[in-house]
C-alpha cells in the first residue's frame, strides 16, 4: 500500500477508481479496492487484529472502530462508532479510521487501556477492544458525560464473561458529577488529516473482481444508475445488506453509495413539518428531532418528533444507529422495524424519485407485503415528512424486546389520537403495529370504530374487541367472538360488555394463527392490547 503524496492527487474531471483515507494517523492509498471486501477484512489482512470478528452482523461489537469525516459544507470534524464487520472498504474513502492499535501501547496505555486494567474490566479479552473504541469515541465527542452517557455508549458491545459492572467502575473516573471535571482526563481526538477534505464528496466508479462500486454525486446521476441497474443495492450504512451477504451469502454484482448526495442529506423545519433526508443516519435523525422539538412554538407541536426520538434511543445499538439511515429503513420493510410503525402512525409522509418525476405517498400506504413496498425497481427514497402534532392531537410510542438494548422487538407500535376542540370525541386516530403481521399495519377497522365516539372506558371496551384476541391464536369468527368477550369482561362491568355485544362480529385487526411466524402468539396478542390500554390511560390523563 502506497502512502505517497501522489497517490491522493485528484483528478476531478472523472471519477476516480481508488480510494484514499487514513488509518491510526497513516495515509492510505489503496489503487485496487474491492467493493465486497469490508473494513474489518481490510484491517485483519494488514495485521490489525485488535479489532475483532464476532458474529459478523453488528450484534457484539468486538469489531468497533472509531471513523471521522469532515463536513463538506462546515468543514466540522465529527467522530463515530461503527461496526467494521459490516463496513464496506469503498465506505471510508476520504474518513480517518482509528482502531485499538492506534490508542496506546503495552508501555503505555490510552487511560481508557488503563482505566479497564486497574479495575479487572477484562478476563477472555475478546471484547474488549471494542469497548475500548466505543468509550474512546464517546469520550472524544463529550469529555464531561453522565454516568448514562457512560452506560449509554455501551449499548452495542457485548460481554459474556466479565459483565458490566467492572466496565462500569472502571469508566467511573471519566463521569462529570455535578459539572465538575472527571477524575480522569482523556486526550483529544486525533486530527483530521487535510489531505482527505472533499474526499469523500468525489465521485466513485470501482470495479472489484466481483462487483462494481458506485458513487454519484448529483440526484439525476443516481437516477440513471437506478434505471440503469434496478436491482443495484443503495448503500449507506450497510446494516442491512452487510448481513444479508455475510449471513445468507448474497451476492451484489452492483452497489451505490448515496452518501454524496445532497438532496439525500438536506433537512428542513417548518411550523407544520419536518422533512428528514432518507440518507441521514438515525443518530443524526434523532438530532433532527430533537432540534425540531426543541424550537416548536409550543410544547404539542413536538409531540411526535419527540416520541420517535424516544423510540430511536432504543433502536440497536449506537454503532448501527451511526451508520443505518432512515430510507433504509422504510426500503428494508422489515416487518418488526422500530421506526415504520410511528410514521405509519404519525401519517407521515416519503418521497419517491425517478427520471420519470417525483411522487409522495403516506407511510401508512408505503408497505405492500413482507419486505415489500410500492416502489418501482427505477425509484428510490429522496425524504420523509414527519407532520407537527396539533393542540389536540397525542401520540405515543411503544416497543417490547426481551432486553433493553441492541435488541428487536417482539411487538412495537405508535398511536396517535385527535380529538375534538373543546371535547373528548375521537376526530382521528392511527393504529400502527410492527411484528403482529408479515408487514407493519394499521388496526384499520379499531381506527374507524373510534373516530366520532368519546374517549371513555366504554370505546375503549370496543375498541380492544376490534384489536386482537386476548389470548392469540384466532380460529374463526366464533372464537374470535369469545374471546374478544373475554377481554371485556375482564375490564369493565356489565354494563361494558354490552358494549362488548354491539360490537360487529368480525375478525380482529391483528389476528395471530397458532402457527404464526415467531411464535408467542398469546403474548403478543396481549401486548398489542396492553399498548392500546397504556395508550387510552396517556391521553385520558393528558386531556382530564
Not at 10 to 29: D, E, G, K, T, V
Not at 244 to 261: C, D, G, N, Q, W
Not at 468 to 474: D, I, R
Request: charged share 15%.
Amino acid at each position: 500500500v502506497s502512502t505517497q503524496s501522489t497517490g491522493l492527487q485528484r483528478c476531478r474531471s472523472m471519477p476516480r477508481s481508488h480510494i484514499a483515507f487514513a488509518i491510526n494517523n497513516q495515509l492510505i492509498y489503496e489503487p485496487h479496492p474491492q467493493p465486497e471486501a469490508t473494513l474489518l477484512d481490510y484491517l485483519r489482512t494488514r495485521g490489525l487484529t485488535g479489532t475483532k470478528y464476532g458474529c459478523g452482523e453488528g450484534g457484539c461489537g468486538a469489531c468497533t472502530v472509531m471513523v471521522q469525516t469532515a463536513d463538506p459544507v462546515t468543514g466540522q470534524v465529527s467522530a463515530k462508532s461503527i461496526n467494521a464487520c459490516l463496513a464496506p472498504l469503498c465506505s471510508v474513502d476520504g474518513a480517518a479510521v482509528t482502531t485499538v492499535e492506534g490508542l496506546g501501547s503495552p508501555e503505555a496505555l490510552h487511560p481508557v487501556q488503563k482505566a479497564v486494567c486497574d479495575s479487572h474490566g477484562s478476563q477472555c479479552g475478546f471484547c474488549t477492544p471494542g469497548i475500548v473504541m466505543s468509550m474512546y469515541t464517546m469520550l472524544g465527542n463529550n469529555d464531561r458525560p453522565t454516568a448514562k452517557q457512560v452506560e449509554h455508549a455501551l449499548d452495542g458491545n457485548l460481554c459474556r464473561c466479565t459483565g458490566y459492572r467492572p466496565l462500569l467502575q472502571a469508566f467511573s473516573g471519566f463521569v462529570s458529577r455535578d459539572g465538575a471535571s472527571p477524575s480522569i482526563a482523556s486526550p483529544p481526538l486525533p486530527e483530521f488529516p487535510p489531505e482527505l477534505r472533499g474526499l469523500a464528496q468525489e465521485e466513485l466508479d470501482i470495479q472489484g473482481s466481483s462487483s462494481r462500486w458506485y458513487r454519484p454525486t448529483s440526484l439525476t446521476h443516481l437516477l440513471t444508475l437506478k434505471k440503469e441497474f434496478p436491482n443495484a443495492k443503495l448503500i449507506i450504512g450497510n446494516t442491512e445488506v452487510g448481513v444479508e451477504v455475510a449471513i445468507l451469502k448474497r451476492k451484489y454484482s452492483v452497489m451505490i453509495s448515496t452518501t454524496a448526495i445532497p438532496e439525500l442529506r438536506a433537512s428542513t423545519s417548518t411550523s407544520t413539518g419536518l422533512t428528514i433526508g432518507a440518507s441521514l443516519t438515525l443518530e443524526q435523525v434523532m438530532a433532527q428531532l430533537d432540534a425540531a422539538s426543541a424550537s416548536a412554538p409550543n410544547q404539542h407541536s413536538g409531540r411526535i418528533w419527540r416520541a420517535i426520538s424516544n423510540q430511536l434511543r432504543w433502536f440497536a445499538s449506537t454503532p448501527i444507529r451511526n451508520a443505518a439511515c432512515l430510507g433504509g429503513n422504510l426500503a428494508t420493510a422489515s416487518p418488526i422495524s422500530d421506526v415504520n410503525p410511528l410514521l405509519m402512525a404519525s401519517n407521515a409522509t416519503v418521497e419517491l424519485a425517478s427520471l420519470d418525476g417525483v411522487r409522495s405517498v403516506l407511510v401508512r400506504d408505503f408497505f405492500t407485503g413482507y419486505r415489500k413496498t410500492v416502489m418501482t425497481p427505477s425509484e428510490l427514497i429522496v425524504s420523509v415528512t414527519i407532520p407537527a402534532a396539533s393542540c389536540r392531537e397525542w401520540f405515543m410510542q411503544f416497543k417490547q424486546c426481551r432486553r433493553r438494548d441492541d435488541d428487536i422487538a417482539i411487538v412495537n407500535a405508535g398511536m396517535r389520537v385527535v380529538l375534538e376542540p373543546d371535547s373528548h370525541r375521537v376526530q382521528d386516530c392511527s393504529l400502527a403495529f410492527g411484528g403482529m403481521a408479515a408487514t407493519s399495519v394499521n388496526a384499520a377497522k379499531t381506527e374507524a370504530y373510534l373516530v366520532g365516539r368519546e374517549w371513555t372506558r366504554d370505546t375503549l371496551q370496543g375498541a380492544l374487541a376490534l384489536l386482537a384476541e386476548a389470548g392469540g391464536g384466532s380460529a374463526g369468527n366464533a372464537r374470535s367472538n369469545v374471546s374478544r368477550t373475554a377481554v371485556i369482561a375482564s375490564h369493565v362491568s356489565a354494563q361494558s360488555e354490552q358494549v362488548a355485544a354491539n360490537v360487529p362480529v368480525t375478525s380482529p385487526d391483528l389476528p395471530m394463527p397458532l402457527d404464526a411466524p415467531g411464535g408467542m402468539v398469546q403474548y403478543r396478542s396481549s401486548l398489542a392490547l396492553s399498548f392500546m390500554y397504556k395508550f387510552f390511560l396517556h391521553v385520558a390523563e393528558e386531556c382530564g
